[in-house]
């Protein structure tokens, strides 16, 4: 008789750690914050890396993450990456750099071990370009959906991605899903307070959710996302206020909303989806950063 084997349970499937990054505190950075496993953030790594903000990141290859994009103080939109191995070490530019050149877009995993970075501003793009299992970044694909940037982006249903929110000049809560194979849908009728500058990202092992940003105002709401891919209406605030803020897993199955608006405060999504207030920051406070996890 064949022993029977238990089903991977989400805390086994990846995303143990997390890692914040880049931003801006008054200056570009490069500067990290390493996140632990039960959700701990640590003080600041020295940067390694062309210091920009409003970048993406996300993982890829099963265990690793990637930072891209981004707008320089002094350089303007590059399409600098950044590879992030699976302890947590950032590694220096790669040296080439493929796509269009823009910053505040989104990014999230696929396909259980790829990513796409999407979207953003050149001015407003609706590309998107693919990361392979080995953090190659693949040339532009064209446009689905409608261009706009300062949007989230974050997995669901284990293997898929969505693109949601941001502005086209106004703000949107349209959404764009991305198959397991990296193919992104036309847009989706927007649910929950069009809003930018939030952060998303998954937990619970196969939901998302989206999160803060703006409006007219500063706000702390928050959008769930089914394992289906269907955005739930809004979730009253939790945490303070803020937008330019990140978002990646940690501990298998739950989340991290980090920094924005000049801050170092985090805020802990349990594995329901349920947003914790405010813990105390640290690290540099800064905006316009991003995060992802990895191992």
Do not use: H
């Not at 993406?56 to 707008?71: T, V």
């Not at 505040?104 to 693919?130: H, Q, R, S």
């Not at 805020?267 to 920051?281: C, E, I, K, Q, Y």
């Amino acid at each position: 008789m064949f022993p029977i084997i238990p089903a991977a349970s989400a805390a086994d499937s990846g995303n143990q750690e997390g890692i914040f990054g880049f931003g801006n505190d008054g200056n570009d950075v490069s500067m990290t914050n390493l996140v632990s496993n039960a959700g701990v953030v640590a003080t600041d790594v020295t940067g390694v890396g062309t210091v920009r903000y409003y970048l993406g990141a996300c993982e890829y290859g099963g265990d690793k993450g990637i930072f891209g994009f981004g707008n320089r103080t002094s350089g303007g939109q590059s399409a600098i990456t950044n590879l992030v191995s699976n302890t947590g070490v950032v590694a220096s530019d790669q040296a080439a750099t493929t796509g269009t050149a823009r910053y505040i877009g989104g990014a999230c995993g696929y396909g259980e071990d790829k990513g796409i970075f999407g979207f953003g501003y050149t001015p407003y793009v609706g590309v998107t370009n693919l990361v392979s299992n080995a953090g190659v970044v693949a040339s532009d694909t064209a446009a689905v959906g409608t261009a706009r940037f300062a949007m989230g982006a974050c997995e669901y249903g284990s293997d898929k991605g969505i693109f949601g929110f941001g502005t086209t000049g106004s703000n949107v809560s349209t959404t764009n899903l991305v198959s397991n194979a990296g193919v992104v849908a036309t847009d989706t009728a927007g649910v929950g307070t069009a809003r930018r500058a939030l952060a998303a990202c998954g937990f619970g092992g196969d939901q998302g959710i989206f999160g803060f940003g703006w409006t007219a105002s500063l706000v702390d709401i928050t959008n769930l996302v089914s394992n289906a891919g269907v955005v739930a209406s809004d979730v009253s605030g939790v945490g303070t206020v803020r937008q330019g803020l990140a978002a990646c897993e940690y501990g298998g199955d739950k989340a991290l909303f980090g920094y924005g608006s000049g801050l170092s405060t985090t805020n802990l999504v349990s594995n329901t989806g349920v947003v914790a207030t405010d813990t105390a920051g640290v690290g540099t406070a800064r905006a316009s950063l991003a995060a992802c996890s990895f191992n």
